[in-house]
């Protein structure tokens, strides 16, 4: 291999003396279909294309051994050839441009070996089969065009290619204009990638619901997750139609209160194990208003839901989810992890947080105060008496703050508040609607700065705490325990940033500060693990190297949601 160049899709280019062939791949928008274009610059005369397709066909989370279930049938089509590797799932289709000839030589290739599963504690051997050889005349200036799919060929493959490259280019140039917005051109080009990064995270499940992934390459779209990066991706984006949609779907899934951890499709059932992704649709309704202001939306779609969330949650509902009667929110046993802070170690939560989280209450306090203010606007009786709001702020500073020390503590259970520094305290600040006083806000900041904050985000856990965790590594268990021990998540950034601006005494200083930040994380990570994307996590300890997933939603949405409110400061 010469040379690899990415910018709106990847592209190899292989040469030797006498041949130079470009390899590039592109998958097809809203298609299961990949292609793959291989352009010869140089060859030698009668020279032959042998193209050799290794089929896994297999869940993201599994991999293929070599077994008789497999059917090693294929049959040549025009162009190319049609097999069904297994009989429950679809056939596959792998066709070409050019005049091909297919050699059917059926064959198991054994023990590819993958490492970075091998350091993740997987399985990391795996089997291929290939169903035979597919042979293409070609010579200097020939394209040859293949695609793979789960159904047939439509069309020609040369004007599929140039539709999807020009939707790419003319995403290119639509991510260019938005960040043409910003002053600098290394913001603008910062903010450019990140939303061509963002839009990659906006889906269509199979059923035909719009969605969120929450990260690639084995996340799936969990409620949490989507509410938190679609500002990010949507309303701050110039994609507000679409982050509407995905509104209105999860809220036409409520159930007793509570709204989907995980989504199921083909039938299954929603896993509503959570008890902050329907306070966190009242932060994201919020944003949606800042950007729209298209209350007609709210109104029709998103109020009914809204409103029978505040109301269930008031009265009680599923995992132990209940209000207090100082209006604070409980939640949990200690059997389920219902906060964000999920890991599940051996069927106990690493980071017990029954009890009365802080974050929780903080977004419950948001979430109840802009309720009241739509009732008001909606001209509707109030749910609740109109002292809880107050009584509620008065609950929250004298179960959370630690006036000596002054920040907040993170949970408060049986009688004990665990004083343990982590990040959560930060949305008491970051929110629209905040419990505390400004001097308050100020104290939280500071303790945040000056223990979790690093160049790519907060650490869930202070480096002096003796449970801390500063590397993110080895089998998933081990993992897990690190996951929220110490483990920065770069979403969190978002959050800090809008603290910072809250405080600030000098917003144009702030605002430099925080430009800073942003700029040294994308110029550090962004061709560091997923080229042009933004990773899940990074470990505590300096390097700081990236971890989990190789692009995150929410860490993507976060940054661009920081960029476009840091130049609309004042």
């Given at each position: 291999m010469k040379a690899y160049i990415w910018d709106d899709y990847p592209r190899f280019i292989y040469a030797t003396e006498h041949l130079q062939i470009r390899k590039s791949i592109l998958m097809v928008s809203g298609e299961n279909r990949v292609l793959i274009r291989y352009d010869v610059d140089a060859c030698p005369p009668k020279a032959v294309l042998r193209l050799k397709p290794f089929v896994a066909f297999r869940n993201h989370h599994a991999l293929t051994k070599e077994n008789s279930e497999l059917s090693m049938e294929a049959r040549e089509a025009k162009n190319g050839f049609i097999m069904k590797p297994y009989r429950d799932l679809p056939s596959l289709y792998f066709q070409s441009n050019a005049k091909s000839s297919f050699s059917p030589s059926p064959v198991w290739y054994r023990n590819f070996e993958y490492p970075v599963e091998e350091r993740r504690g997987y399985d990391w051997r795996e089997d291929l089969f290939c169903p035979g050889i597919m042979e293409v005349p070609v010579k200097t200036g020939s394209v040859v065009i293949v695609t793979a799919a789960t159904a047939p060929l439509k069309g020609q493959l040369k004007k599929i290619w140039t539709v999807e490259e020009e939707r790419r280019l003319h995403l290119v140039e639509s991510c260019d204009?938005?960040?043409?917005?910003?002053d600098s051109e290394e913001d603008k080009n910062h903010l450019s990638r990140l939303l061509f990064a963002g839009q990659q995270f906006l889906i269509r499940t199979p059923s035909g619901r719009p969605g969120v992934i929450a990260g690639y390459h084995w996340f799936q779209d969990w409620g949490r997750d989507t509410l938190i990066s679609l500002p990010g991706l949507t309303f701050c984006s110039g994609r507000s139609r679409e982050g509407i949609e995905i509104l209105n779907a999860i809220a036409s899934s409520e159930k007793d209160g509570l709204l989907p951890n995980y989504f199921a499709e083909g039938g299954g059932e929603h896993a509503y194990n959570t008890v902050d992704t329907a306070l966190w649709y009242f932060w994201a309704v919020q944003q949606m208003l800042k950007y729209t202001g298209d209350m007609e939306a709210?109104?029709?779609n998103m109020w009914p839901a809204m409103k029978r969330i505040i109301s269930t949650y008031m009265a009680g509902t599923s995992f132990n989810i209940g209000m207090d009667n100082r209006g604070l929110l409980y939640a949990g046993?200690?059997?389920?992890?219902?906060?964000?802070?999920?890991?599940?170690v051996h069927g106990r939560p690493v980071t017990p947080r029954h009890g009365i989280p802080v974050e929780i209450n903080a977004l419950w306090y948001?979430?109840?105060?802009?309720?009241?203010?739509?009732?008001?606007?909606?001209?509707e009786p109030p749910l609740f008496p109109e002292d809880l709001l107050a009584r509620l702020r008065k609950a929250f500073k004298e179960t959370f703050w630690i006036e000596e020390e002054g920040y907040l503590g993170d949970v408060y259970c049986d009688g004990v508040l665990d004083r343990t520094i982590r990040p959560n305290q930060i949305l008491a600040v970051s929110l629209p609607f905040s419990p505390l006083e400004p001097y308050q806000w100020k104290g939280i900041v500071s303790c945040t700065r000056n223990h979790l904050l690093t160049p790519v985000g907060l650490r869930t856990l202070s480096a002096e705490d003796w449970n801390y965790q500063g590397i993110y590594e080895g089998d998933q268990p081990t993992r897990d325990r690190a996951y929220h021990q110490g483990t920065v998540w770069p979403w969190l950034l978002a959050h800090y940033g809008e603290a910072c601006l809250r405080i600030a005494e000098n917003p144009a200083e702030t605002k430099e500060y925080l430009l800073s930040l942003i700029r040294n994380f994308m110029e550090r990570h962004i061709g560091e693990a997923g080229l042009g994307c933004v990773s899940e996590v990074f470990d505590g300890n300096p390097p700081h190297r990236p971890g989990g997933c190789i692009a995150q939603a929410w860490s993507t949405a976060g940054l661009i949601q920081l960029y476009l409110r840091l130049h609309n400061a004042a």
């Open positions: 204009a938005f960040g043409g917005q910003l709210v109104e029709e046993d200690g059997w389920h992890a219902l906060t964000w802070m999920d890991a599940i948001n979430a109840l105060s802009f309720y009241a203010e739509l009732a008001q606007r909606f001209e």
